[in-house]
């Protein structure tokens, strides 16, 4: 059966399609249109932006800014940056738990032995045979008495570590003497002097020491089995004496401070070695009053051929004059020696007063063996001293 036509609705009934006319104009319904105007922009929309730190970049309100430093946010308001007070950094996190221990690791192999630094009450001697080390090469030894510092070497077959004289001291040298005060005087350069009585003074409240004795040489022989040193001994230390000289006003004081006694000079055949001089006296005069101190006795020196050691000299005894207290000075020590290096060491040179270590009327050492295992002179004594006080009326 034939269906009716489904043209426009003006020709709906018709079973088929309607033909068309001279003149006549066909419109079909789903032509399209010419495109119509474009639409206004839409305004912007707010930006996002970040930053090390608080922004300070140009904005436009409605902006937001990041501070990835801390991440705290800013808004844009009235083209200027403001902290909202939020953040987009949460709160900390509560600690993990802490993971096991680890294996303790393997122990590492022993570090060698370092060296050790020793003391002594004069040379050191160690425990195996006189002047030995028993500890280790490179060990380091400090005489207390002298200051003097020995060093562990390798030594002989007789001898295998043995203690050696570094020619160092820990004891540094004599410090300057103060500033006196008024109309005091301390005089310690060797060698005549005078000395003006101040203004209102009365007398002189006087202390003298003598000079010391100089150290005797040390002698070596070596037509011996094994060579033999035989040390010098020690010069003898100064007398000190005090005493108050009258004066007047304006005199002058006459005095001589005393010279250490030379030393020694080593010898290398065995035959005797020569002694230290001894030391001046040191004296002052003030009108008809003199007072004086002794100077110490030289040191002997060491004799090879009869292995014979020098003995120290001794001490001054006293002085003279009007004396207020009178101390004798110490007599140096005798040195030592044998026949195995370096087993020679000079006597110490005597002080003022026992266990001084006053540089004025000090005793000189005695030789010894230096580190090329020959002998070595003594050194001289030490200078005298005059330390004057005034009295005032």
């Not at 004891?171 to 003006?196: C, D, I, L, M, N």
């Not at 010069?235 to 004066?247: C, D, I, T």
Request: proline share 6%; hydrophobic share 25%.
């Amino acid at each position: 059966m034939p269906q009716p036509y489904r043209g426009h609705p003006l020709q709906r009934g018709l079973t088929s399609a309607p033909k068309c006319l001279k003149g006549d104009t066909n419109i079909s319904w789903n032509q399209t249109g010419p495109a119509g105007t474009n639409g206004t922009n839409g305004t912007n929309g707010a930006g996002v932006h970040t930053s090390a730190g608080v922004p300070s970049n140009p904005c436009t309100t409605g902006d937001t800014d990041i501070d990835l430093a801390t991440g705290e946010v800013y808004t844009c308001t009235s083209s200027a940056w403001v902290d909202t007070g939020k953040s987009i950094q949460g709160p900390a996190g509560t600690n993990g738990t802490n993971g096991t221990n680890g294996t303790n690791g393997t122990n590492g192999t022993n570090g060698t032995n370092g060296t050790s630094v020793l003391t002594s009450s004069g040379p050191p001697t160690g425990v195996e045979a006189a002047y030995s080390c028993p500890g280790e090469i490179g060990d380091t030894d400090i005489d207390l008495a002298t200051g003097e510092v020995y060093a562990c070497v390798t030594g002989t077959v007789a001898v295998p570590d043995t203690w050696m004289d570094s020619g160092y001291s820990i004891r540094g040298p004599q410090g300057q003497a103060g500033t006196p005060g008024p109309g005091e005087e301390a005089v310690t350069a060797s060698g005549p002097f005078s000395y003006t009585v101040p203004n209102g003074v009365s007398a002189l409240d006087v202390q003298l020491v003598g000079a010391g004795g100089g150290g005797g040489a040390s002698s070596a022989i070596s037509s011996l089995t094994a060579a033999a040193y035989n040390a010098g001994g020690g010069g003898g230390g100064a007398a000190l004496v005090r005493g108050v000289l009258p004066v007047t006003a304006g005199e002058v004081c006459t005095a001589n401070i005393g010279t250490g006694g030379t030393d020694g000079v080593s010898v290398d055949d065995g035959s005797q070695a020569p002694s230290g001089t001894a030391g001046g006296s040191t004296e002052l005069t003030c009108g008809a009053s003199t007072l004086a101190a002794d100077g110490g006795a030289g040191g002997s020196g060491g004799y090879g051929q009869n292995v014979q050691n020098g003995t120290g000299g001794s001490g001054g005894t006293g002085g003279s004059g009007a004396m207020l207290t009178e101390i004798p000075g110490t007599a140096g020590a005798n040195g030592t020696g044998g026949f195995a290096p370096p087993a020679a060491t000079g006597g110490a040179g005597g002080s003022v007063i026992s266990g001084s270590t006053s540089n004025y009327g000090t005793g000189g050492t005695g030789g010894g063996v230096n580190s090329s295992f020959a002998p070595t002179n003594g050194t001289a004594g030490d200078a005298g001293l005059a330390l004057i006080t005034p009295v005032t009326t």
